[in-house]
């Protein structure tokens, strides 16, 4: 489950045509792109990257750390240091094309209030779960467009931008970091299915949760998935033209080798 994870997630990491996940993602304020990423089990292991410049895949960083580490969290130099002794290539942090045209549009008003952010704030998340009932999820995401240099949202947080907890399901988060920290929206979701609600019902509290805490609700975005262990899904969002994937095809050993 940790490899349909990671792997899922890295392939909108290797895209360079997206703007808020990978290398490819639009820059601080400053022209850093600068990557947070997450890994999961069900079983209570986390691992994860914040600030890091450089690297394709902080997804796999983060795995790193959760399996070769002793710690769930490294930052900055810190998490890059490490990368390049797991045989990881830094990469000079140039922009794309597109991302510096953006930021040189932006820089022209340098307007650092967070917008409504539907198009480009698509952050990946991704909840897996096999037919064993084993669960994993992962998060990935450049963050804020055009954000204070050193900031880090909610993606790369374990209980914000995503939780799993193999007892009972997994949530994650895309949208504006900021408001799901300050709830810690999908270790809620999950609470919420612990007692009973199903993931619909878990994602809509956990929105509620937000637009209640945040007065600007109408000025946000926010979306929200959960998978419960039992294989329903649920998702919701503050505004729409949130949309996300469902795939219950059930593959055969075959279908690996
Ligand atoms: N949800 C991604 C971020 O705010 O950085």
Same mark, same amino acid.
């Given at each position: 489950?940790?490899?349909?994870?990671?792997?899922? &997630?890295?392939? /909108? #990491?290797?895209? !360079?045509?997206? %703007?808020?996940?990978? =290398?490819?993602?639009?820059?601080?304020?400053? @022209?850093?792109?600068?990557?947070?990423?997450?890994?999961?089990?069900?079983?209570?292991?986390?691992?994860?990257?914040?600030?890091?410049?450089?690297?394709?895949?902080?997804?796999?960083?983060?795995?790193?750390?959760?399996?070769?580490?002793?710690?769930?969290?490294?930052?900055?130099?810190?998490?890059?240091?490490?990368?390049?002794?797991?045989?990881?290539?830094?990469?000079?942090?140039?922009?794309?094309?597109?991302?510096?045209?953006?930021?040189?549009?932006w820089?022209?008003?340098?307007?650092?209030?967070? &917008?409504?952010? /539907? #198009?480009?704030? !698509?952050?990946? %998340?991704?909840?897996? =779960?096999?037919?064993?009932?084993?669960?994993? @999820?992962?998060?990935t995401?450049?963050?804020?467009?055009?954000?204070?240099?050193?900031?880090?949202?909610?993606?790369?947080?374990?209980?914000?931008g995503?939780?799993?907890?193999?007892d009972?399901?997994?949530?994650?988060?895309?949208?504006?970091g900021?408001?799901?920290?300050?709830?810690?929206?999908?270790?809620?979701?999950?609470?919420?299915?612990?007692?009973?609600?199903?993931?619909?019902?878990?994602?809509?509290?956990?929105?509620?949760?937000?637009?209640?805490?945040?007065?600007?609700?109408?000025?946000?975005?926010?979306? /929200?998935?959960?998978?419960h262990?039992d %294989?329903?899904?649920?998702?919701?969002?503050?505004?729409?033209?949130?949309?996300?994937?469902?795939?219950?095809?059930?593959?055969?050993?075959?279908?690996?080798?």
């Open positions: 489950m940790l490899d349909a994870a990671e792997r899922g &997630v890295m392939v /909108i #990491e290797a895209d !360079d045509s997206n %703007g808020s996940v990978g =290398l490819g993602g639009l820059p601080d304020r400053d @022209g850093n792109v600068t990557l947070d990423a997450c890994i999961m089990h069900g079983d209570g292991r986390a691992g994860s990257v914040c600030f890091v410049q450089g690297i394709r895949h902080p997804i796999s960083v983060a795995r790193m750390v959760m399996e070769q580490t002793p710690h769930v969290m490294l930052v900055g130099k810190g998490a890059e240091q490490f990368a390049r002794e797991q045989g990881i290539t830094q990469k000079p942090n140039t922009l794309t094309d597109a991302a510096r045209a953006a930021w040189q549009k820089l022209a008003e340098k307007k650092y209030a967070a &917008v409504i952010n /539907i #198009e480009n704030h !698509d952050t990946i %998340g991704l909840l897996a =779960l096999d037919q064993r009932g084993t669960m994993a @999820g992962a998060c995401t450049s963050g804020l467009a055009f954000k204070m240099h050193g900031r880090v949202g909610d993606s790369p947080i374990i209980g914000a995503l939780f799993v907890d193999g009972v399901g997994g949530a994650t988060c895309t949208g504006l900021e408001a799901v920290l300050r709830t810690l929206a999908t270790h809620l979701a999950v609470e919420r299915m612990r007692i009973g609600d199903t993931p619909q019902q878990a994602c809509e509290v956990a929105i509620k949760r937000i637009i209640a805490k945040n007065p600007s609700w109408r000025d946000l975005q926010v979306g /929200i998935l959960a998978l262990r %294989g329903t899904h649920g998702a919701y969002s503050i505004q729409p033209g949130f949309t996300y994937a469902f795939n219950d095809e059930v593959r055969t050993a075959a279908s690996y080798l």
